[in-house]
């Protein structure tokens, strides 16, 4: 390999080793041993986390914007050797990390201009009114200020884009606080080559060295030092329902509660109204099985469900599905503990009353096939169960006696991070009554398209009531994300002197 790893912690500028070791599990390739994290690299990381708090928030936004994108070419200097270890470690394929390198680099430089431009400090000012009756006024001002040092948990499905140097930690650093990181023990030597690129922008952009650490897996201690820790002011995290909310409850279990911005995934149901599966039926299945397996449906946004009403063209929607699933080869997954939940969660499905099966092929190892199955809204709605994630290129075509079923399964969302809408013109009036349902249940709701590729730009939301999400007012993707890391100051009548540098 072009990149052997060496398996440490890097704290504050410093590459540590630790006693205890754990192996990966890579997909292919050579294994390597990692030091295993600890409560006491915990309280060293973000102790330096806190010390470089003064000197990185007062940073200008240009340097803070110098140092993300000398990040993004650390990283794309490194290029093959990130492709070549990520691949190894997680199965994927090489076009998709390159491609997710190329989103990650991109987050990166879209945060670097974002904070350029200023609009995210929501300055405001009101003027003072000496004169005023029956009271005078005083000089206000408003900006949005970094909270300090954020906690960032690595994905599992996102080895770079959701991980080390990913959207969380971009805007962390863009908004001015450091970043401490718990590594995914599913791609270790992944997060310990784009460590080593943030560590090299460290030092070319004479960063504080406590601005970023990486404390890598293998003991659950770790998570739960780390959200617990003092500190600690917020905490970004992409992954499984229960591991989130057991962090979440730690987090608002904590003397000083602080915010969890938790992304934990969903169901992501499509509604296919009558004119448009009449019309372009065969293309909306191939496309659903398109978007269902890809990535061996290891995606948040894996659209699982598909509703519409019984008719001729809902069975030939089944039928077409079915074929083109069928035709969809093997695929690794992730981990090995991600190949099992997928069986059991197949189990569930498959064991659930009033479910039948429509495709049934295998998951052996960590080589994972789709599953289709078929339920009927009646079935639905009395069984809770069935809308709980697979995380797995598993679907489940739910079919309703009417659009009042529809709309019945609608309401009966809990929440989402997507929401689709197959329609055509002719189905408007009918999709009206869906968009007030819809909206409250998701962060995104889209028409005539598949969900799992969200766009990284202004107007995204990655995130949705719970259990979407534990924040319904966050997103983790888009330039919206900084708000999470900053909180709004009033100054009042304090001499321009003493205003932070943006402000005056």
Not at 336 to 344: C, E, F, K, T, V
């Amino acid at each position: 390999m072009t990149f052997t790893p060496h398996g440490k912690h890097l704290i504050a500028g410093q590459w540590v080793s630790s006693a205890q070791q754990f192996s990966s599990s890579p997909a292919h390739g050579d294994d390597f041993s990692f030091s295993v994290g600890s409560v006491d690299l915990v309280d060293q990381a973000v102790q330096a986390a806190e010390s470089a708090f003064y000197k990185f928030s007062a940073t200008s936004r240009a340097e803070r914007a110098a140092f993300l994108n000398t990040i993004a070419e650390e990283i794309e200097a490194r290029a093959e050797a990130v492709t070549e270890i990520g691949t190894s470690e997680t199965g994927l394929p090489a076009a998709r990390l390159e491609g997710e390198r190329g989103r990650t680099c991109g987050q990166l430089r879209l945060f670097a201009q974002h904070i350029l431009d200023g609009e995210y400090l929501d300055r405001r000012h009101d003027q003072a009114l000496p004169e005023r009756q029956p009271l005078p006024r005083a000089d206000l001002r408003l900006m949005q200020r970094p909270i300090g040092p954020v906690a960032v948990f690595g994905a599992s499905n996102f080895p770079l884009a959701f991980s080390t140097a990913g959207g969380d930690t971009a805007s962390a650093l863009a908004a001015g606080c450091p970043v401490v990181v718990k590594g995914h023990s599913a791609h270790p030597g992944t997060g310990e080559i784009i460590a080593e690129a943030i560590h090299a922008a460290i030092q070319k952009c004479d960063m504080p060295a406590g601005v970023f650490s990486l404390i890598q897996g293998g003991n659950r201690e770790v998570g739960s030092a780390l959200v617990q820790h003092p500190l600690i002011k917020a905490v970004g995290f992409t992954g499984s329902l229960a591991g989130g909310r057991a962090l979440f409850d730690l987090c608002a279990a904590r003397p000083e509660p602080i915010p969890f911005f938790g992304e934990l995934g969903s169901v992501n149901p499509m509604f296919l109204f009558e004119n448009a599966i009449s019309n372009r039926g065969e293309a909306l299945a191939k496309g659903w099985a398109g978007s269902l397996t890809m990535g061996a449906g290891q995606f948040c946004t894996n659209p699982g469900i598909a509703v519409l009403v019984k008719g001729e063209a809902a069975e030939k929607f089944v039928t077409t599905a079915k074929e083109a699933l069928a035709s969809v080869p093997a695929q690794t997954m992730l981990t090995d503990g991600i190949a099992d939940a997928y069986r059991s969660g197949q189990k569930r499905i498959a064991e659930s009353a009033g479910v039948r099966e429509v495709l049934a092929t295998s998951c052996d190892l960590r080589d994972a096939t789709p599953y289709l199955y078929q339920t009927t809204a009646k079935e639905w709605l009395a069984n809770e169960a069935l809308a709980e994630e697979v995380f797995g290129p598993l679907g489940v075509i739910v079919i309703a006696e009417d659009q009042a079923e529809m709309l019945a399964i609608a309401s009966s969302l809990e929440g989402q991070l997507t929401c689709t809408l197959h329609l055509d013109d002719a189905d408007i009036d009918s999709a009206k009554r869906f968009m007030p349902i819809l909206e409250r249940k998701a962060g995104r709701v889209l028409a005539n398209a598949f969900p799992t590729g969200v766009e990284v730009c202004d107007s995204m939301v990655h995130g949705g009531p719970y259990p979407a999400s534990t924040n319904f007012g966050a997103t983790s993707v888009g330039t919206m994300a900084i708000r999470r890391f900053l909180r709004p100051v009033c100054f009042q009548d304090i001499p321009a002197a003493l205003l932070p540098q943006d402000l005056v």
